[in-house]
């Protein structure tokens, strides 16, 4: 089944569906289910339209794409930043996806790379920079060849920027952007203590761009099918498709999907192989929020649905306790693990994610009384806003849902005893960078 | 008109000697490990004083002591 640019413009029509790779219908991942080639790139997408640098800016702004490595800051907003600020400018795109189980900027990268490589230029324009950075995780990341690959391609493309390849370190914090800023500045991969935005200053001192792999396709895309038609492939209240990696108990762990139009978190999970309400969804990446399986089955999966349930798209990772799983010591084995990605530049971070993590395995093991909750949650709040980085916030914003959402399996733990749950149904320790 | 005065610290400095909680009880607090909590909010002019004490003394540098003053700095 393939899909040329033809199709795509002929489905502007919103359609509501998931779709796998492949699909038809999908904006970043439709066509072929291998990875396209320059030419083949070109025969499937058509040729980009080149206008202006200020009209593509207004595009993206009228597209009201929001960057989907995490933050879901507004493109638009932060290449206006850059721009109001002088220059030279450096722009960085993020392939690092650190974020353990997170696999849709690999799969983005492995299957379509000159999507990637055409919406990073199209960025480069924009801001007036020649050369555009890649920082990948580490020399072993999925994803690497790929790009590599596509660079050779593309050797002679005479609009192209200069690309460089930076390899980062292996390890959760380097993907957070100040930590990307920092090591294609020659620093150490680890975030920066400052308050000021890269975007009007970088630790080079340059205004600096950080915008993840997914993002930059997307611009490509906008460029394609302009803003209307680019849009209308998200629910109303949203912008655009978007990918998701499923993981936990569905049917394929780690598949990557496009969402497209308005489905609900219930509707997206049936079609992946659950059949029953869950226990406890993970929504967002490890530092993202647990809601229990109930609530997050109704939620519309859109900025505004996770929103009104207290929750963000953050590295589009969506987790799937089932019912029968234990909940309390899924969180515990979340904590543990952002406890030991700590960079261990912030004492707070450093020794307060341990004891909570601590806190948290006694009550998933049934060793753990009220006054244990009681305690990791007084530290949590002494830690809170203290990190240099977002990362003991995260951690504990995700331990705060996490025991929210597990309910009456928390109190099956703290009366002396475990729930006999299910574990494991993460698949934490077989991330390939730990 | 009153000045704003804000002190952050650099946790990432900070290796918790608690000189600036001697130098400035009204001012830094010390958490459960040692490490420096700045009194949040506005402050009187006496704990600006100990305030520029504290970052002054802090081997690591780690305190910053920023004014706002709404006359000459429009935020």
Redesign the interface.
Known sequence: MSISLADVNASMVPSTSVVSVGMPGAVLLGGPRHRLDLSEHHRQRGDERFIEPQELLEEIRASGLLGRGGGAFPLATKIDTALECAGPRVLIINLAESEPLSAKDATLVSLRPHLVLDGARAIASILGVPRVSFLVHGGSAPGLRSLELALDERRGEDKDPEWKVVLGDPRYVAGESSAVASKVAGGPSLPL?T?VPLAVRGPSGSPTVVTNAETAAHVAMILRLGSSAWRAHGPSSDAGSRLLTLVGSVRRSGEVVELLGAVTIGELLKAHGVSEIPAAVLIGGFGGRWIDGETAWNAEASVAGLGEIGATFGCGLVGVIPRGGCVVGEVARLARYLADESAG?????A??LPAIADDLERVASGRGRPRHVRRLLD?AG?IEG???CGHPDAAIAMVRSGLRAAGDDLGVHLAGTTCGGMLGALHIDEDPNR | MTEMVRV?????????HGICALVAPGVMDL?????A?PFEGALRRVDRVQATRAAAACPRGAIDVTVDDPITSRA
């Open positions: 203590a308050r530049q912030c004492g707070p971070c020794l307060g530290l002494e203290r990190g240099a | 952050t610290i650099d946790l990432t400095r900070c290796e918790g958490d459960r490990y040692g490490y909590v």
